[in-house]
């Protein structure tokens, strides 16, 4: 079989072949005509090759035994003359993201063929040192920061902050959006945001840190992409990365996951635990993230690694390729702490969000474990604090508190802001009161709780 791009064939033209997916399923019929929608449809199914046939070729006797979807797909063959029904229209035009989901029939043998084509195959090419390494600037971003006190934060900044977090979770669901219906080829509007959220942590990374503990109330993709770029800075910075360093690996982060866009809504919705057929199909994510960037121009050579490999894990069990430690480049390594964190502390569909504080002792155990880079665990361990900053902890006097400063003295004793009395009624700002648990020491953490534990309590409260 002979595999053509799904991005060199042209709307309004006839089909003058069978076209099959990588596991033999009849996606076009000759004679066809090829509408914008049946493209976009092809594409939003995760199709971006279509493979020709050839006489004798293995894919004829692929589809001898049609698979439930090969027999959806044959309804699109050219209608006999005087047979093209309504029905057979809707179906041609039908999203099949929209309905159930087999779509990967012989999953396995059709992915691993794939991951062995171009983009995936290039970019294996380039699995050097030289590629995937990326050392610390001579001019650093963490010497130009300087950190302001919580009593400088006037209302008007922590409400302008929370404003740019908005924008910028709108700007990354545009962006993403576009990138789905391959309508961009420029991530250019990514950047002013990122510069943005730098300049924030130049004199206020709490806040930042805070921030990235923002439940969301739409799309979990969007806000799990922004929330990775704001802890993936503060790792990099921690490192020694310059700011231009730093812009560049952001906006990876932010697309590290863009191939779960091509990946079935009744998949990423799903309400209960993921099957294993499931989980397979969102273990193609990186792949197919990888080929949806081969259309974005400029674009800097870190950011397909992050993409297609902030799965990976340094003991070669993570995914799509298992590669080990010296497959994988610097900027992923960072990705991936920053990813873990994010997805085990947020809710999802089908499970609620671990305590901040549990969330960080996992990474602990993987980085002990051998599956992540104990350096970068220990750069996000000392930003935040083992109690991470934004949660919410209890007393030994009973009254909730929430982390706003890491201490690096001891960093199981970081600064609070006490927002309850001691029954748990939430007091007044004007009588927050500020401790240093290192330097108070009649007081100290007893137990630490969820984020949703003080119910509609503003984010912003106690900073």
């Known amino acids: ?229 704001l802890l993936a800075i503060i790792i990099a910075a921690a490192h020694g990365y310059s700011k231009e360093q730093i812009i560049e690996l952001a906006a990876g982060a932010i697309l590290n996951d863009i191939g779960m866009m091509f990946i079935p809504r009744i998949i990423r919705f799903e309400q209960s635990k993921l099957s294993d057929s499931q989980w397979r199909d969102i273990q193609r994510h990186p792949v197919l993230g990888l080929d949806a960037l081969q259309k974005i121009r400029d674009l800097p050579q870190s950011i397909p690694f992050v993409c297609y490999q902030s799965h990976e894990r340094i003991n070669a069990t993570g995914y799509p390729r298992q590669y080990a430690d010296g497959k994988i480049h610097t900027y992923a390594k960072i990705v991936q702490i920053a990813d873990i964190y994010a997805a085990q502390s947020s809710p999802r569909s089908y499970r609620k969000a671990l305590m901040p504080c549990r969330a960080m002792v996992g990474l602990i155990k993987l980085y002990k474990g051998g599956f992540i880079p104990p350096v970068f665990v220990q750069h996000f361990v000392q930003a935040t604090s083992l109690f991470p900053i934004g949660s919410l902890v209890q007393l030994n006097d009973r009254r909730i508190a929430r982390v706003i400063h890491s201490n690096k003295r001891n960093l199981s004793k970081p600064l609070v802001s006490v927002l309850t009395d001691h029954h748990g009624a939430i007091v007044d700002k004007s009588k927050i009161q500020r401790l240093d648990l290192y330097e108070d020491r009649d007081f100290e953490i007893i137990r630490a709780l969820n984020s949703d534990y003080l119910q509609n309590l503003d984010i912003m409260r106690g900073f």
Request: proline share 4%; hydrophobic share 30%; net charge negative.
């Open 1 to 229: 079989m002979e595999e053509i791009r799904l991005s060199n064939i042209k709307a309004g033209t006839i089909a003058e072949y069978d076209y099959y997916s990588d596991d033999g399923t009849l996606l076009i019929g000759k004679g066809v005509e090829i509408s914008e929608k049946l493209l976009q449809t092809l594409r939003r199914r995760t199709v971006f090759g279509l493979f020709r046939s050839r006489k004798n070729s293995k894919i004829h006797a692929q589809t001898g035994a049609q698979s439930t979807d090969a027999k959806v797909a044959h309804k699109h063959r050219a209608p006999e003359k005087g047979n093209d029904t309504p029905s057979e229209r809707e179906d041609f035009t039908r999203n099949p993201l929209d309905g159930p989901v087999d779509i990967m029939h012989d999953w396995n043998e059709a992915f691993q063929e794939r991951i062995q084509t171009s983009p995936t195959f290039e970019i294996d090419k380039l699995l050097t040192p030289s590629n995937l390494i990326v050392s610390p600037s001579e001019k650093p971003l963490s010497r130009e920061s300087g950190q302001i006190e919580y009593y400088e934060r006037s209302e008007s900044y922590k409400y302008e902050v929370r404003m740019m977090y908005n924008r910028s979770i709108k700007a990354v669901e545009r962006i993403f959006d576009l990138i789905e219906k391959g309508q961009s080829n420029d991530i250019s509007g990514l950047y002013p945001y990122v510069e943005k959220i730098i300049d924030i942590y130049l004199h206020d990374k709490d806040i930042l840190l805070n921030l990235a503990g923002t439940r969301h109330n739409h799309d979990y993709l969007f806000h799990h992409a922004l929330n990775v770029c």
